[in-house]
Nanobody, 123 residues
Protein backbone atom coordinates (compact mmCIF):
# COMPACT_ATOMS: atom_id res chain seq x y z
CA UNK A 1 0.00 0.00 0.00
CA UNK A 2 1.38 3.37 -1.05
CA UNK A 3 0.72 6.40 1.09
CA UNK A 4 1.12 10.04 0.16
CA UNK A 5 1.34 12.90 2.61
CA UNK A 6 0.93 16.24 0.86
CA UNK A 7 0.92 19.57 2.64
CA UNK A 8 1.37 23.27 2.14
CA UNK A 9 -1.51 24.45 -0.01
CA UNK A 10 -3.58 27.45 0.87
CA UNK A 11 -4.75 30.93 -0.01
CA UNK A 12 -2.22 33.66 -0.78
CA UNK A 13 -2.17 37.03 -2.46
CA UNK A 14 -0.36 37.64 -5.75
CA UNK A 15 3.38 37.92 -5.21
CA UNK A 16 3.42 35.79 -2.09
CA UNK A 17 4.96 32.37 -1.58
CA UNK A 18 3.94 28.86 -0.61
CA UNK A 19 5.87 25.68 0.02
CA UNK A 20 4.39 22.30 -0.89
CA UNK A 21 5.73 19.11 0.59
CA UNK A 22 5.14 15.53 -0.50
CA UNK A 23 6.26 12.33 1.16
CA UNK A 24 5.61 8.89 -0.30
CA UNK A 25 5.87 5.67 1.64
CA UNK A 26 4.95 2.05 1.24
CA UNK A 27 6.26 -1.44 1.78
CA UNK A 28 8.50 -2.66 -1.03
CA UNK A 29 8.11 0.71 -2.71
CA UNK A 30 10.78 1.80 -5.09
CA UNK A 31 10.44 5.07 -6.91
CA UNK A 32 13.02 7.10 -8.74
CA UNK A 33 11.13 10.14 -9.97
CA UNK A 34 8.70 12.50 -8.30
CA UNK A 35 6.94 15.57 -9.48
CA UNK A 36 4.20 18.09 -8.95
CA UNK A 37 1.35 18.49 -11.40
CA UNK A 38 -1.48 20.96 -11.33
CA UNK A 39 -4.98 20.93 -12.70
CA UNK A 40 -7.89 23.29 -13.01
CA UNK A 41 -11.42 22.50 -14.22
CA UNK A 42 -10.53 24.11 -17.55
CA UNK A 43 -7.20 22.42 -18.14
CA UNK A 44 -5.62 18.99 -18.16
CA UNK A 45 -3.18 17.90 -15.50
CA UNK A 46 0.17 19.41 -16.44
CA UNK A 47 3.67 19.06 -15.07
CA UNK A 48 4.81 21.93 -12.87
CA UNK A 49 8.15 20.53 -11.75
CA UNK A 50 9.71 17.13 -11.44
CA UNK A 51 12.97 15.54 -10.51
CA UNK A 52 14.86 12.32 -10.31
CA UNK A 53 15.41 11.55 -6.66
CA UNK A 54 19.09 11.13 -7.46
CA UNK A 55 19.08 14.85 -8.23
CA UNK A 56 20.49 14.32 -11.71
CA UNK A 57 17.55 15.70 -13.64
CA UNK A 58 15.07 18.44 -12.87
CA UNK A 59 12.34 19.76 -15.17
CA UNK A 60 10.12 22.81 -14.89
CA UNK A 61 7.18 24.07 -16.85
CA UNK A 62 8.18 27.22 -18.74
CA UNK A 63 5.55 29.21 -16.87
CA UNK A 64 7.18 28.60 -13.48
CA UNK A 65 10.87 28.78 -14.34
CA UNK A 66 12.62 31.30 -12.13
CA UNK A 67 9.77 31.32 -9.62
CA UNK A 68 9.39 27.71 -8.47
CA UNK A 69 12.08 25.38 -7.14
CA UNK A 70 11.78 21.64 -6.57
CA UNK A 71 14.15 19.87 -4.23
CA UNK A 72 14.52 16.69 -2.27
CA UNK A 73 13.42 16.66 1.31
CA UNK A 74 15.49 15.22 4.13
CA UNK A 75 13.34 12.11 4.43
CA UNK A 76 13.33 9.34 1.85
CA UNK A 77 10.97 9.80 -1.09
CA UNK A 78 10.18 13.39 -0.22
CA UNK A 79 10.10 16.42 -2.47
CA UNK A 80 9.57 20.07 -1.71
CA UNK A 81 8.15 22.65 -4.13
CA UNK A 82 8.98 26.21 -3.21
CA UNK A 83 6.66 28.57 -5.06
CA UNK A 84 7.56 32.25 -5.10
CA UNK A 85 5.86 35.23 -6.69
CA UNK A 86 2.62 33.33 -7.08
CA UNK A 87 0.16 34.68 -9.62
CA UNK A 88 -3.56 34.09 -10.15
CA UNK A 89 -2.77 31.78 -13.06
CA UNK A 90 -0.92 29.49 -10.64
CA UNK A 91 -4.14 28.73 -8.80
CA UNK A 92 -5.01 25.05 -9.16
CA UNK A 93 -5.11 21.75 -7.37
CA UNK A 94 -1.53 20.56 -7.08
CA UNK A 95 -0.90 16.83 -7.18
CA UNK A 96 2.21 14.98 -6.17
CA UNK A 97 3.16 12.06 -8.40
CA UNK A 98 5.76 9.33 -8.26
CA UNK A 99 7.05 6.61 -10.55
CA UNK A 100 9.81 4.14 -11.06
CA UNK A 101 11.93 4.96 -14.08
CA UNK A 102 12.92 8.07 -15.92
CA UNK A 103 11.58 11.53 -15.27
CA UNK A 104 8.59 11.71 -17.57
CA UNK A 105 6.69 14.95 -18.24
CA UNK A 106 3.50 13.01 -19.01
CA UNK A 107 0.93 12.51 -16.28
CA UNK A 108 -0.13 9.20 -17.82
CA UNK A 109 3.29 7.75 -17.05
CA UNK A 110 2.86 8.18 -13.31
CA UNK A 111 1.30 5.30 -11.40
CA UNK A 112 1.28 6.79 -7.93
CA UNK A 113 -0.67 9.97 -7.11
CA UNK A 114 -1.41 11.98 -4.02
CA UNK A 115 -4.84 13.34 -3.17
CA UNK A 116 -4.01 16.90 -4.19
CA UNK A 117 -3.75 20.18 -2.36
CA UNK A 118 -5.51 23.40 -3.31
CA UNK A 119 -3.51 26.53 -4.10
CA UNK A 120 -5.55 29.71 -4.41
CA UNK A 121 -4.02 33.02 -5.45
CA UNK A 122 -6.30 35.96 -5.08
CA UNK A 123 -6.25 39.53 -3.90
Amino acid sequence: QVQFVESGGGLVQPGESLTLSCAVSGSSLYISAMGWYRQTPEKQRDLVAGMLLSGETIKYADSVKGRFTISRGNAKNTVILQMNNLQPEDAAVYYCAARMGYLSPHAADYFYWGQGTQVTVSS
